[in-house]
T-cell receptor, first 112, second 113 residues
Framework: GQQLNQSPQSMFIQEGEDVSMNCTSSSIFNTWLWYKQDPGEGPVLLIALYKAGELTSNGRLTAQFGITRKDSFLNISASIPSDVGIYFCAGRVIQGAQKLVFGQGTRLTINP | DGGITQSPKYLFRKEGQNVTLSCEQNLNHDAMYWYRQDPGQGLRLIYYSQIVNDFQKGDIAEGYSVSREKKESFPLTVTSAQKNPTAFYLC????????????FGSGTRLTVV
């Protein structure tokens, strides 16, 4: 099936630093979603993107739907300890499949 | 409060046994999904159901079975044919065909002992 390449796989940063992660695919997507997963819990939706070029913010989080429809990025500004977790991108292919494809996740660790 | 409830949180299985993971939602969502999560990997789709009494195989359906007799419930059975069942299992639901912001349960960690 389709695959999403998410990078980096892990990040170790200092509190207060900005974070950037991205997802790319060889397929065209018509929906991009970003989720955060805390240890031992299910992912929680952070941001949803529906149009190429769309830039959406949710507090300190900003995500963009790439112009080519094959990529998306997520930025976190001024990181705080509660940002620790695994971040997943997910996309829905344009052919109308009734399911999402998930990236491998980016594990974020913050040193206080 | 509306949400998705997965039970149990932790499950231990002996080799050769079938086990059933429960997933119940009171969100009135039409579609439900089962994903498997292994360390360092993304979520892999096992089965999904868009309406009652209908379901489709995902990318890794071998060794698993499901049923969708009620809109609220989508149980997953891990059979003895699944050779490496130890993993974190996540259930999700979606309200309709236009919205892809899945709501996830809190997961069940299955360990084979």
């Amino acid at each position: 099936g389709q695959q999403l390449n998410q990078s980096p796989q892990s990040m170790f940063i200092q509190e207060g630093e900005d974070v950037s992660m991205n997802c790319t695919s060889s397929s065209i997507f018509n929906t991009w979603l970003w989720y955060k997963q805390d240890p031992g819990e299910g992912p929680v939706l952070l941001i949803a993107l529906y149009k190429a070029g769309e830039l959406t913010s949710n507090g300190r989080l900003t995500a963009q739907f790439g112009i080519t429809r094959k990529d998306s990025f997520l930025n976190i500004s001024a990181s705080i300890p509660s940002d620790v977790g695994i971040y997943f991108c997910a996309g829905r292919v344009i052919q109308g499949a009734q399911k999402l494809v998930f990236g491998q996740g980016t594990r974020l660790t913050i040193n206080p | 409060d509306g949400g998705i409830t997965q039970s149990p949180k932790y499950l231990f299985r002996k080799e050769g046994q079938n086990v059933t993971l429960s997933c119940e939602q009171n969100l009135n969502h039409d579609a439900m999904y089962w994903y498997r999560q292994d360390p360092g990997q993304g979520l892999r789709l096992i089965y999904y159901s868009q309406i009652v009494n209908d379901f489709q195989k995902g990318d890794i359906a071998e060794g698993y079975s499901v049923s969708r007799e009620k809109k609220e419930s989508f149980p997953l059975t891990v059979t003895s044919a699944q050779k490496n069942p130890t993993a974190f299992y996540l259930c999700a639901s979606r309200v309709d065909v236009l919205w892809y912001g899945y709501t996830f349960g809190s997961g069940t960690r299955l360990t084979v002992v």
